[in-house]
Structure formats: C-alpha cells, structure tokens
C-alpha cells in the first residue's frame, strides 16, 4: 500500500515554531551532530592505539581553532541532549506532561546545558 | 458484517516487526548514558589535547578503559537506534529508507568495534 505524496510526519517548513518543538528538533539535531562526533572520538581513539606521530597530529587538529569549536559544539550537544533526554524519560513515565512544566523544564535545559558547557570550558583551560 | 472477532482483524495488522525492542533499548541506553557521559566529559576534559603518554597512561587505568568501553558501546547503539528513527522519518523512497539503515548498521559495528579494539590494544600496552 504505497500513500501517493504525502508529507512526512515532521513537517518542519509550515510548522510555526515554538520553544516545544525547538527544543524537540535541537534534540535530533543534537542527536546527529553527537553521532558524527562520536565517530570523531573513534579517530581520537584509533590514532592513539595506532603511534605516537598520528596521535600528535590528531592533536593539532583538535588545538585548532576549528577543533576547538567542534569540541565545544561536542560538548554543548552532549550536555542538551542529556538535560532533554533525561525530560524526555520523565515524560516516558507520565511525568511533567502539562504545559506549563513543559516549558519551564524547557527552559531548565537550555540553561543547564549552558552552564555544564562553560563549567566544561573552563576546566579544559584550568 | 464480519462473523471475525476484533481480535482476529487486528491480527497481523499492526507493524509487527520490532517497535517495542527498539523503544525499550534506546531508553536503557539512554539511562545508562547518563552517568557514562558525565565521566566521560569531566574524565577526557583532562585530558584531551594533551601529549600521547599522559594520554595513553589515562586510558591505561582498568576503571577509565572499562568506562571508555562501555561508552562507546552504549553510545553507538544508542546512536543507531536514534538515527534509525530519524531515517524512517524523513527519507521518503522505500529503497533509499532501506540503503540507510544497512549503511548506518554496517558504520556503527565497524568505528563501534574499531574504537574498543583501540581501547584494549592501548590497555594492554601492545
């Protein structure tokens, strides 16, 4: 039975955005992003069981400033879709499903994410 | 009218392939995630982009390598698990949907083994 043009379920474009679905889509965009960097965390990995001169070249990679940027990105995405996912069990179990939880929870993980990511940072620097 | 009893009709209707596995396991993934990626983002912070024998000493610590073990298996299933979702939803053509979830299948079990063979190989200094 094949459906003849309809639109798929998330239909983002005609989708008037709201924190809720924001914060729903950042979820799988995080989700992509941190699976694209877990394949960078296998190069990290590899480079370091395969000898000393790849590791180190790996290395000037990451000091880069572009490096540097995907770290935190790597980092940020991680802290969100932790703080999100762990709304996202509570939900699974029934709780905090009304909407004005919904947005305060909402509210609690962008800024949680924001403060473990500069907690993060700055304990990289230290 | 039907002489079926409902049951008989909603026999072999529904999906039936694996939704409940794939709920459960991306939700026991997810829990155990939770605290693997808060050892592994305060854990590696210290020492990333740091020089390979610090590093190599670091990942040469029974508790960081078993940790670094288990991160990477959770987090490439759990990845698996979400990118799967979000290819069943977006990719429209039957054919393509199908090409993706092999590939990603087939990505996940090679960086996924890739990584934990690196990990042991620098545990057991070889």
């Not at chain 1, 694209?36 to 000037?60: H, Y």
């Not at chain 1, 990105?73 to 009304?98: E, K, M, P």
């Amino acid at each position: 039975m094949e459906s003849v043009n309809r639109p798929l379920s998330p239909h983002l474009q005609v989708y008037k955005p709201q924190l809720t679905s924001v914060l729903s889509i950042t979820h799988r965009a995080t989700g992509v992003f941190l699976s694209i960097g877990t394949l960078l965390l296998s190069c990290w990995l590899v480079s370091l069981a395969t000898n000393e001169i790849t590791f180190a070249k790996l290395n000037t990679y990451i000091s880069a400033w572009y490096g540097q940027i995907i770290l935190i990105g790597f980092v940020f995405s991680l802290f969100y879709h932790l703080c999100n996912g762990i709304r996202h069990l509570f939900w699974d179990a029934g709780i905090g499903l009304n909407i004005e939880t919904t947005y305060k929870t909402g509210y609690a993980v962008i800024t949680a994410a924001i403060i473990l990511t500069i907690v993060t940072y700055l304990m990289g620097c230290a | 009218m039907s002489l079926q009893t409902p049951l008989a009709r909603a026999r072999g209707l529904g999906s039936s392939k694996e939704g409940l596995h794939h709920w459960t396991a991306q939700r026991l993934t997810a829990i155990a995630l939770v605290p693997l990626s808060l050892w592994f983002i305060f854990s590696t912070v210290s020492v990333i982009s740091k020089d390979y024998s610090t590093v190599t000493l670091w990942l040469q610590a029974h508790f960081n390598a078993v940790l670094m073990l288990l991160f990477i298996t959770a987090m490439y299933y759990h990845a698996a698990l979400g990118l799967q979702v979000v290819i069943e939803d977006y990719v429209a053509s039957k054919w393509q949907k199908i090409g993706c979830l092999v590939l990603i299948r087939f990505l996940v079990f090679f960086a996924g083994l890739s990584s934990a063979l690196a990990v042991i190989k620098v545990y057991l200094g070889l």
